[in-house]
């Protein structure tokens, strides 16, 4: 019996396997974050190699939430009829979708990594962003404005109208974004959130933007559908946040409705020094499961059978996501189930082959 090959519901919803598609950014939306045909023969090419949850890259909640101008968006009904052949897809192999709801904040309007560095100008179809501060994230990035607090309810009713938006696309869950440096992450960082109003200060009131995201995504997609939310559970800096705060904010999430919390790291401070190794994010995730009760996804350097297997075997994760590893093998769970004695289910259409 492999732990990796058994099913986890979360709601009215059902992974057919734990192990999941990372979302990651594919810089190749159309213009005005138009998922594309990569979008559907990417995300699709991994449900038929059998990821159980497939998540899509940071989608946007707004336009100027995307991180480089190529970044998929979910912020008109346009964006509602352009995701839906991509959601189609993968739910028909078996798969759920799923969509990665994001803001970039001081990180946004910067260049897809093969076209440049830094900010892109307004005459290259970027931006002003918008953040918890004015100041920039590097001295190469552009220049942000401080949100004030008309600015952060348009924010939080932008994720909750997104989220009603992916359930009419057709994903079957929702993932708030709050690592990576990002929107949310800047708030609950005391390295980037340096505001004396309520969403600045202690711990409680830098919390505060992202659980009234939580809440209202929550609202938004109803009680059957399963929220989860990435976090970066240490930023890896003396004086930033810690796994002590995530444990904290991963039972608050799960009271505001969060069924999963997805634990990622770094992302708010270019000065870290981070430990990456084999599963180096790991122990992150069975911290914030053993000591907050909440369900957590495991990530980061995950790329072994036996090592994702253990993962769940061992109670350290109830979901592994795999990010490079599936971008280099898309068959990586089929491949894996074999190697771990569970049925691999190859597609019909491929049955000849094995
Ligand atoms: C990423 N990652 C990422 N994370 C996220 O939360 N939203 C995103 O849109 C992206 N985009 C992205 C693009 C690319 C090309 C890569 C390689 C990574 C991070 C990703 O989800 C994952 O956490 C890391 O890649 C670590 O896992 P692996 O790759 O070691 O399995």
Not at 172 to 194: K, Q
Not at 331 to 349: C, E, F, S, T
Request: with cysteine; net charge negative.
């Amino acid at each position: 019996m492999s732990a990796l090959f058994t099913p986890l519901t979360l709601r009215a919803v059902t992974l057919p396997n734990r192990v999941a598609l990372a979302p990651m950014c594919q810089y190749s939306a159309g213009p005005d974050g138009l998922p594309t045909d990569w979008h559907r023969i990417h995300l699709g090419s991994r449900a038929v190699g059998g990821a159980g949850l497939i998540l899509t890259e940071a989608t946007a909640v707004v336009p100027e939430g995307r991180i480089s101008p190529q970044d998929t968006g979910l912020w008109s009904d346009a964006h509602v009829d352009a995701w839906r052949p991509v959601t189609g897809f993968v739910a028909a192999q078996g798969a759920v979708p799923a969509v990665q709801l994001a803001h970039a904040g001081i990180k946004a309007s910067t260049y897809r990594p093969w076209a440049g560095r830094g900010g892109v100008p307004d005459a290259e179809g970027g931006w002003t962003p918008v953040g918890p501060g004015a100041e920039p994230f590097l001295p190469d990035h552009r220049e942000p404005t401080a949100l004030d607090e008309a600015g952060i309810a348009r924010v939080v009713s932008a994720f909750a109208t997104a989220a009603g938006r992916a359930v009419d696309a057709g994903f079957g869950a929702v993932e708030i974004h709050a690592a990576h440096g990002y929107l949310l992450h800047e708030f609950l960082s005391p390295l980037t959130n340096h505001r004396t109003d309520g969403y600045g200060g202690d711990r409680t009131a830098r919390m505060r933007l992202t659980l009234e995201v939580a809440r209202a995504v929550r609202a938004a997609v109803g009680e059957q559908v399963p929220v989860l939310t990435r976090i970066s559970a240490t930023d890896w800096v003396e004086g930033g946040w810690t796994v002590e705060d995530s444990v904290v904010l991963a039972g608050e999430l799960a009271a505001a409705g969060v069924d999963l919390v997805d634990a990622s790291s770094g992302g708010a401070a270019a000065r870290a020094s981070i430990p990456v190794g084999p599963g180096y994010q790991v122990p992150l995730a069975a911290r914030i499961r053993r000591d907050a009760g909440v369900l957590t996804g495991a990530v980061g350097l995950i790329v072994e059978p036996e090592q994702a297997e253990q993962i769940v075997a061992g109670g350290e994760a109830d979901l592994v996501l795999l990010g490079r590893e599936l971008l280099r093998d898309p068959y990586w769970p089929r491949r894996a189930a074999a190697k771990l004695g569970a049925h691999p289910g190859w597609p019909d259409q491929y049955a000849r082959a094995f």
